[in-house]
């Protein structure tokens, strides 16, 4: 019988004491995708401790992201929010109905939740910057940020809100 995957990584884990604090050094969270590709702190050249970092599919923010993201302020002290999804995306052009109408079919129970799925990827990450800077539990939405981070060719590229932009000047 094959050893599983969890047991052969948890033989081999170590981690040594950080002598880093819960808070980030630079204030920062940042909202992110699940995606294997991705190692946040590389892509944005930081290090352990700098940033809270909240993953999950699509990086979508959704409420438990809202929650991360509140924690994160009043409790853990950050100021300001990057939200970053990428190309190649399992999400994109995902059909949340249909993806539903299949794990109740496979499962006999319909999911309580919305994977989250989009058609256009910068309107994602417009309508991801628009929710955090529109949710009343932040206490700090004014520095909140989108980003692409392209996994077929590399870069990263701001995404800008532009309804909020015009309201800001």
């Keep these: 019988m094959e050893t599983p995957i969890v047991d052969q990584i948890l033989r081999r884990a170590a981690h040594a004491p950080t002598g880093l604090t819960s808070s980030p050094s630079l204030r920062l969270a940042i909202v992110t995708c699940m995606d294997a590709r991705i190692d946040p702190l590389a892509v944005f050249g930081l290090a352990p401790g ?23 302020q009043r409790v ?71 980003a692409i981070i392209d996994l077929e060719r590399g870069g990263v590229r701001e995404v800008v809100e532009q309804a909020w932009e015009k309201i800001r000047r």
């Design 50 to 72: 700098d940033a809270h970092v909240i993953r999950n599919a699509g990086g979508r923010v959704g409420p438990q992201a809202l929650r991360s993201l509140a924690l994160s």
């Design 76 to 146: 853990l002290g950050t100021r300001e929010v990057l939200i970053a999804q990428h190309t190649g995306c399992g999400l994109h052009g995902l059909d949340d109905q249909e993806l539903a109408a299949a794990i109740a079919r496979e499962t006999g129970a319909r999911p309580q939740w919305t994977a989250g799925g989009f058609d256009d990827l910068e309107e994602s990450v417009r309508a991801a910057i628009r929710t955090a800077r529109t949710a009343p539990e932040l206490i700090h939405r004014d520095r909140v940020r989108g």
